[in-house]
């Protein structure tokens, strides 16, 4: 198993369940902070007698890990980066590209290389968290909303590519989570969920082998809503 993000909650959460629920030979974790990834690393293989393997990597940069040196069918992708986000002021050029790395161009070379692995292994699954900011350009976080959306097409096609090959790619789509990134936002309590919560959610579609799921199902409701406000009534809208 490939946890991506290691060091955020939800990866952290979903990494415990799946130990819980399956046996995995080793654990990669990758992280941009893989310092950080020290004593999760200890809990894990005391608790679930497994190995666990830290790589450092970071998005940001060139692809050099050679996935065929590595013994996994599951890969999850919890990386995100929200960006330095001010009410009436652009994404500065060097935070912008850390968001489209992260969320989009980074990423997208990362899931290829895995991708292209598991083509050869013929069976496999990789989910990976997008977010319900990219179903429609909001003046709060277009930058990043873009960068979602693109990864979200991403995975629809391939999904579609990897379909007949025995390989399963599912997109999740959270809305307000209590994490590190979202810390200091004020968040409205009955749309916001915690990582644990989530994790579990995640996993239930991960074993009904769903194409897309949200967290939590009000988000479908509210994204259909906010998709097909008119353009000319949402532009005047301070989303």
Request: positive net charge; charged residues 20%; contains cysteine.
């Amino acid at each position: 198993m490939i946890i991506l993000g290691a060091n955020s909650e939800i990866a952290r959460e979903f990494t415990e369940l799946m130990l819980q629920k399956q046996s995995f030979v080793t654990v990669y974790l990758l992280s941009s902070n893989a310092e950080q990834l020290v004593t999760f690393k200890k809990h894990l293989e005391v608790k679930y007698k497994t190995e666990v393997k830290i790589i450092p990597f970071d998005l940001m940069g060139q692809i050099k890990l050679d996935f065929s040196a590595m013994e996994y069918n599951l890969v999850f992708s919890a990386a995100g980066y929200l960006g330095d986000t001010e009410a009436g002021v652009i994404a500065k050029t060097e935070d912008m590209s850390r968001i489209m790395a992260i969320n989009y161009s980074g990423l997208v070379h990362f899931l290829n290389a895995v991708a292209n692995d598991l083509l050869e292994k013929e069976n496999g699954t990789i989910i990976c968290i997008s977010s319900v900011a990219g179903e429609r350009g909001r003046q709060s976080n277009f930058i990043y909303g873009s960068a979602k959306a693109g990864i979200t097409a991403y995975l629809s096609g391939l999904r579609n590519f990897l379909y007949k090959k025995n390989i399963h790619v599912m997109t999740v789509k959270p809305g307000f989570m209590d994490t590190k990134m979202t810390r200091g936002m004020d968040l409205p309590g009955p749309l916001t969920i915690n990582p644990k919560k989530a994790a579990h959610l995640i996993y239930s579609g991960y074993k009904k082998k769903k194409n897309t799921i949200y967290i939590s199902g009000i988000w479908r409701l509210i994204m259909f809503v906010i998709r097909n406000i008119p353009e000319i009534i949402f532009k005047k809208l301070s989303l």
